[in-house]
């Protein structure tokens, strides 16, 4: 970033921005776990990367600077639906994010953020990527073959704001990421048990009600990302707080929006909660 403001500037200093010989001291600080598999060093990254850009007065494509410290961060640069897209280039410099639609285009799209583990996974995502770059043969296949004709569908997906084909993409493309993990050698557990038992009641709220109404995703870590309409917010937290009763913080559970009451037919929490896991998640995060 000091690189590109001295480029700017020629060379010379502007007395409205801050000189670029001064020595910085960075203080940055998270409001959910970190290494943990929620894109921690994602959003470390492009915090960094956009307060430093202010500081020295840049405006221009920073999303490949992002990139350098966490390759996801360079989607984080922007809002909405981004992608990141490959390059061609050697020395990857076109290898950018570029926004597929702003955070206006789906105002009914939330995020349900299940947290069950704050803690530091044992293997980093670095680190499992390029083991699996070395060893796993269904990730060269998934990268040649499979994530480009998945892209230009999720693209269109979010084009159409089709929940049902986004949802359903989203949780196909999060079970062939794992899968990879487990094709890696040695094999790389980033999912739990409990991880899976909330995918499963996941596929059976979406049975019960007969089409996909929430998706999960999981990235390289244990806590479940679930995609849904707002709609549908209500009633899918107070099925996750029957299925995984809060020990301690009733109060918290829910952080972030505001999420209304629901009721629970009968028919749904026989179809749908299975034994109760007291205290399995920590809290549940609402976003969009």
Request: glycine share 8%.
């Amino acid at each position: 970033v000091r690189r590109l403001a001295r480029k700017r500037r020629g060379g010379g200093e502007d007395a409205a921005t801050l000189s670029l010989s001064y020595k910085i001291h960075i203080a940055s600080e998270n409001n959910f776990p970190t290494a943990a598999g929620l894109a921690s060093s994602a959003a470390g990254y492009a915090c960094l990367v956009s307060a430093l850009a202010r500081l020295y007065g840049l405006e221009e494509e920073l999303s490949e600077v992002a990139r350098r410290g966490s390759g996801s961060a360079c989607r984080s640069m922007f809002g909405g639906f981004v992608q990141w897209q490959r390059g061609e280039r050697p020395d990857g410099t076109d290898s950018l994010a570029l926004q597929v639609a702003p955070e206006t285009h789906w105002p009914e799209l939330r995020v349900l953020v299940l947290v069950v583990s704050g803690e530091k996974k044992p293997v980093g995502s670095t680190v499992g990527m390029q083991t699996s770059v070395e060893t796993s043969p269904l990730l060269k296949h998934r990268a040649e073959v499979v994530v480009p004709e998945r892209l230009a569908q999720m693209m269109r997906h979010i084009q159409e704001r089709d929940f049902e084909g986004f949802g359903q993409l989203a949780m196909r493309d999060s079970n062939q990421f794992h899968a990879t993990c487990l094709d890696t050698f040695p094999p790389i557990f980033y999912l739990t048990d409990l991880s899976r038992q909330i995918i499963a009641l996941a596929h059976r709220y979406n049975a019960h009600h007969g089409h996909t109404k929430v998706a999960y995703t999981f990235d390289a870590g244990p806590n479940a990302v679930i995609f849904t309409l707002a709609d549908t917010v209500a009633e899918f937290v107070e099925v996750v707080r029957r299925s995984f009763p809060p020990a301690t913080n009733g109060d918290q559970f829910v952080r972030g929006l505001p999420v209304g009451s629901a009721m629970l037919s009968q028919e749904l929490v026989a179809a749908v909660v299975t034994e109760p896991v007291p205290g399995a998640v920590q809290y549940i995060l609402h976003t969009k």
